[in-house]
Every structure is written in structure tokens, then in C-alpha cells.
């Protein structure tokens, strides 16, 4: 056997019709052996269209289960994914196709047209079509091509995916994931979260993003058991399945729209091993109601496109709110100065790590790998954090979030922390805005439960409990934060805002 990573879940699928890999909201079912073999006939319609191995797959569709056979497709003909988020204008998708010049663009039947012409000038061979209920001139090309087709073997080494970052702080970045890089990850979140026969999967994730297409489907593929797949998040059908379900892994907002349903509770849960939150911050105040309410203590991790997973709270032991746990095993971390020095714990530095998950560097940007990874192997992630006495890691901004003020670093994550604990205050966003005086200075976004709380009292709870030049200048109500479909605060657009002011 290669390293194909196709071959090492394969190799885990269940056979027979009673063998479910997908179960619909229509209550209809796809068996392993039919997802196994629709997705042979995808692998023959690209080789037929002339594909090599290692060109590329660009993908901007919405989630379906012929979205997922494509990628396992991709996968077995020795091609490279490229998921986008369906989000993108054409005008993204344009930068995406000129920088990866995929010999296959799938799309929207609807955006076809547009998609043609951009795809035409990457070089694309052809535009084949998907929408949301899984039907267009993919599925009707491949029906009549071969359901069984004989995986191309790959090395650990060789590409898999290609997934590009927000690119947020200038041009996106496509970070390379190899076979070997994914399946490491795979096989060892399966261990440390302890996967099993029969569980079930609830999927309400998107599935252009390494939380939805790697971390879920990866995992309940390795053990052969069933995911519940919804389109999209919706509480009352979140609510709906989970009393079939033992595991649901999701973003900070699942957790607090359920918890915002007076309906919802431990009878939803009574099946559930394991909630998991990921992608973005989860607040200590989510965190606590949720137990309070239901009994279970949500396991939050840490990881990035770059990494995989590379941090977790353990499933057996203390789950803490605020800590994404210690570095999982095979992976290697460390908080570091600007240099690269560990730092002794208690202090705030970058995280950096190392590890089988680690990817293999930014497509076509070799001088961008270079800067990111330090002449030991570590990966430079970005993100600031400090470790705490027990080992376990706290994340507390990007570094790219870290206000200079008056000669004095601010960290964004702890006046965000002080202001989400006033009564009033449902969630907090601090970001910098240039200042003639200070350079810069900490001004506040914030979503409140209530309007008794004027700005001026909030400035003045933060005065109590934060040196003065951390005190947010401003507070701005908001009715909610800007975010993307992750759940992630796009503090990109409150910088924007910000500097307008």
C-alpha cells in the first residue's frame, strides 16, 4: 500500500447496505460502498479528461455528499483538492484560479458563465458543474464511467490539498498539505478523542475548511461510522438529531444559539460522548452554561490550515475553559520570543510547533515558507499565547492583533476578557486604531445583552481592573459582530471601521 491517504481510510470502510456513511435530511441514505463507488466514477471522468497526477481541482460548490465523493476522487486519482468557500465573488475565485491554474474548476451550475472565462485564462482543461442538491454535469458525466478504479499510489510527501488562508494581512497563501501530513493528524485525533464503532457523526460544518472536510469526515471514516449531514448549522435540526448522535464538533456559535433555545438541555444529550469547539475562541461564560445546562464539558482544541490540529483538552481529564490543552502527541510546541527562545511559562510569546501535521509550506511562495518556519522545523504560528503551570496553552490573539500603545504592548484577548464579564456585555471585539499621540490605541466593539450599560461604564469597569493604557478610548455598540462563515470575528472589516473613524 502507498501513502496514498485514500488507501488508509479506505482500508477502515465498512461493506454492505447496512454500512451507512451519510445519512440526509430527507432520511435518505448513502452506504460506504455506494459513496466508494460513485467515487471511483468521478476518479475515471477526470483521468478521462486528461488530468495528470498533481494538477490541481479547484471546488466552489455548496455542501453535498457528491462534494465529499469528489474529494475522495481527487484523492484516489493522485490529484490535488482545492476547496473554496462558496462565499467568494467571482473576482476572489479569479486570484485563486490564477495562482493555483487547476486543469479541473468545479462550480455552481449558476455561476458557470462567469467561472468559464476566469477558468479559461488559468488554463483550465474544463468547468464541470454542482450545486446544492448534488446534481450537474459532474454527476451526470461520471455516471457512465466505471465504478471501480485503482488508486494512484502516492508518497507522504506528495500534495493532497491545497487550502488558502483569509488573507487578511495582504495576498492569500495556499499552504500545501500532504498526504502524510493529513493522515497523521487523523490517526492520531482518532486515538486521543477515542473514535468508535457506532458513533455518529452530527455534520452541520462547511466542508471547504480543514475543521468540516478534515477533522469530522476524517475521523468517522477511520472508525466506519455514520454522519448525520446537514447543509448548513440550524439549531432546531441540530436539536432535532441530536438524541441519534454521540458527537458533534462545531464552532463557538452552535453552542451559543443552542443555548440561546430555553427548550434545550440534557434530554438533547442523553446519547452524546463528546461536543467539540474549534475555529474560533469559545467563551468562558459559553463554556460554563453549557455544562450547567446539559452535563457535558465541551472539549476545545486548537489548530490551523497550516497545522491540523496541533493543541487539545483531553477526553479523559480536566477540560478547562479558556485552554485549548496541551500540545497533542506528535506534535511539539513551544512559546517563543520574536528569535525563537522558549520562554518560561506564565510569559506571552508566539506559539510555535512541529510535527508529522505540519505543512509542507505556501504554494508557490517559497520565500513566505521560508520566513514562517525557523531553521529548527518549528512553524512560527502567529498566534500569541502563554503556558500556563499545567501545561496546557492559552491562546490570547494574533499577534497581528497586538496594540502598541504609547511604547506598551496590549494584548486584544484580555480587555475582550474584562468586558465580557460585565453583566451587560454579551461579546466583546478589541482592535487597534491609529492614534497621532500613542501610535495606537485599543478601541472596543461590543454586542450588549441590555442598553443599561452606557460606554462610559464599561470604560469605567475596565479602569478597576486594567492598567490605564489598556483601557479601551472607545466602546462602539454593535447589534453583532462581523464574522465569517467559521464563526471567526473578522477583525479585519472592525479595523477598517476603526481607522474610518
Known amino acids: 500500500m502507498s501513502d496514498n491517504l485514500f488507501e488508509i481510510l479506505e482500508a477502515r470502510f465498512p461493506s454492505g447496505p447496512d454500512a451507512i456513511a451519510f445519512e440526509l435530511e430527507d432520511g435518505s441514505t448513502i452506504s460506504y460502498d455506494e459513496m466508494n463507488a460513485r467515487a471511483a466514477q468521478m476518479a475515471n471522468l477526470m483521468v478521462s479528461l486528461g488530468t495528470e497526477t498533481g494538477d490541481r481541482v479547484a471546488v466552489q460548490v455548496e455542501k453535498s455528499t457528491e462534494s465529499v465523493m469528489l474529494y475522495l476522487a481527487c484523492l484516489r ?9 462558496f462565499a467568494y465573488t467571482v473576482a476572489e475565485v479569479d486570484y485563486f484560479l490564477g495562482d493555483a491554474t487547476p486543469a479541473i474548476v468545479v462550480c455552481d451550475p449558476e455561476r458557470q458563465v462567469d467561472i468559464k472565462v476566469k477558468a479559461a485564462a488559468a488554463g483550465a482543461k474544463v468547468v464541470l458543474t454542482l450545486d446544492e442538491n448534488g446534481q450537474g454535469s459532474l454527476v451526470d458525466q461520471a455516471a457512465s464511467h466505471s465504478d471501480s478504479f485503482n488508486t494512484v499510489p502516492r508518497a507522504a510527501d506528495d500534495i493532497a490539498a491545497i487550502l488558502y488562508t483569509s ?93 440561546a433555545n430555553p427548550d434545550f438541555g440534557k434530554e438533547h444529550c442523553k446519547n452524546m460522548r463528546l461536543f467539540m469547539a474549534g475555529s474560533a475562541p469559545l467563551l468562558e461564560e459559553t463554556f460554563n452554561e453549557f455544562s450547567k445546562r446539559t452535563g457535558h464539558t465541551i472539549l476545545e482544541r486548537y489548530g490551523m490550515t497550516e497545522t491540523g490540529m496541533t493543541c487539545s483538552n483531553p477526553y479523559d ?11 497533542m502527541p506528535d506534535t511539539v510546541g513551544r512559546v517563543a520570543d520574536d528569535d525563537g527562545n522558549e520562554l518560561p511559562d506564565g510569559e506571552i510569546g508566539v506559539l510555535e510547533v512541529k510535527g508529522r501535521n505540519i505543512f509542507k509550506g505556501y504554494w508557490q511562495m517559497p520565500e513566505k515558507t521560508e520566513a514562517e518556519f525557523r531553521e529548527d522545523g518549528y512553524f512560527i504560528t502567529g498566534d500569541m499565547a502563554k503556558r500556563e503551570p499545567n501545561g496546557y496553552i492559552r491562546i490570547v490573539g494574533r499577534s497581528k492583533d497586538l496594540i502598541i500603545s504609547g511604547g506598551f504592548n496590549v494584548y486584544p484577548k484580555e480587555i475582550e476578557a474584562c468586558l465580557d464579564n460585565h453583566d451587560a456585555v454579551l461579546e466583546s471585539a478589541v482592535v487597534a486604531k491609529p492614534d497621532t499621540d500613542f501610535g495606537e490605541v485599543a478601541i472596543a466593539y461590543v454586542v450588549r445583552t441590555s442598553e443599561s450599560a452606557s460606554e462610559e461604564d464599561l470604560r469605567a469597569y475596565a479602569r478597576e481592573q486594567l492598567a490605564n493604557f489598556k483601557v479601551p478610548k472607545e466602546v462602539i455598540f454593535l447589534d453583532e459582530l462581523p464574522r465569517n462563515t467559521m464563526g471567526k470575528v473578522q477583525k479585519n472589516q472592525l479595523r477598517e471601521w476603526a481607522a474610518e473613524r
Not at 479558556?322 to 500540545?327: I, K
Open 167 to 259: 488573507g487578511t494581512t495582504g495576498r492569500s497563501k495556499g499552504a500545501m498539505l500532504t498526504h502524510d501530513n493529513l493522515s497523521s493528524n487523523a490517526l492520531t485525533l482518532e486515538r486521543i478523542w477515542q473514535w468508535r464503532e457506532g458513533d455518529v457523526l452530527l455534520h452541520a460544518l462547511p466542508i471547504f475548511h480543514v475543521h468540516g472536510l478534515f477533522v469530522a469526515l476524517h475521523c468517522i471514516f477511520l472508525v466506519g461510522g455514520k454522519s448525520i449531514f446537514l447543509s448548513k448549522f440550524d439549531a432546531d435540526k441540530v436539536m432535532d438529531n441530536l438524541p441519534r448522535s454521540t458527537v458533534l464538533t462545531g464552532v463557538p456559535t452552535f453552542y451559543t444559539r443552542l443555548l
Open 77 to 85: 486519482a493522485g490529484l490535488i483538492y482545492l476547496p473554496l468557500n
Open 317 to 327: 481529564g480536566d477540560r478547562i475553559a479558556g485552554l485549548v490543552g496541551p500540545e
